[in-house]
């Protein structure tokens, strides 16, 4: 394979990697949110659970290892191209490990300008009791 080549497999199996952390973490937050919000909360229930408190507890597990997994077999994939490479290992391992930290640090960037957009946009509709004026998921 030539260098372009190997350079856009690594690079796009760092950036899954990367997008699986992305979304585990997404999906954390976002049922830990839900939990606090449902305590004491009788209703909901779903997955064989008996109240939404235990649907959503047991919903988290399963989201965290699903990501878990991702991660670990885009982690031993990222590996396997970056070991079988004939360009070298530190040539590979070094592209590989700068894509990963470019891609979480633009993530971690990206997430706070539009977060705070998003924030900044939920609290003017709630202050105008305004549904409409609520940003798109």
Same mark, same amino acid.
């Given at each position: 394979?030539?260098?372009?080549?190997?350079? *856009? %497999?690594?690079? &796009?199996?760092? #950036?899954? /990697?990367? =997008?699986?952390?992305?979304? !585990?973490?997404?999906?954390? +937050?976002?049922?830990?949110?839900?939990?606090?919000?449902?305590?004491?909360?009788?209703?909901?229930?779903?997955?064989?659970?008996?109240?939404?408190?235990?649907?959503?507890?047991?919903?988290?597990?399963?989201?965290?290892?699903?990501?878990? *997994? %991702?991660?670990? &077999?885009?982690? #031993?994939? /990222?590996? =396997?191209?970056?070991?079988? !490479?004939?360009?070298?290992? +530190?040539?590979?391992?070094?592209?590989?490990?700068?894509?990963?930290?470019?891609?979480?640090?633009?993530?971690?960037?990206?997430?706070?300008?539009?977060?705070?957009?998003?924030?900044?946009?939920?609290?003017?509709?709630?202050?105008?009791?305004?549904?409409?004026?609520?940003?798109?998921?």
């Amino acid at each position: 394979m030539s260098l372009v080549t190997e350079v *856009l %497999l690594v690079s &796009g199996v760092a #950036l899954d /990697l990367v =997008g699986a952390g992305v979304l !585990s973490h997404a999906h954390n +937050a976002e049922s830990i949110v839900e939990l606090r919000q449902d305590v004491g909360d009788d209703e909901g229930a779903a997955v064989g659970e008996p109240d939404a408190l235990s649907t959503h507890s047991q919903l988290l597990a399963e989201k965290r290892i699903g990501f878990l *997994l %991702l991660t670990i &077999g885009l982690v #031993l994939y /990222l590996s =396997g191209l970056v070991l079988k !490479s004939p360009e070298g290992v +530190a040539l590979m391992g070094t592209i590989g490990a700068a894509v990963v930290i470019g891609g979480i640090v633009t993530s971690l960037v990206f997430t706070r300008v539009v977060g705070g957009k998003v924030r900044d946009q939920a609290r003017e509709a709630q202050r105008q009791e305004d549904p409409d004026a609520l940003p798109e998921q």
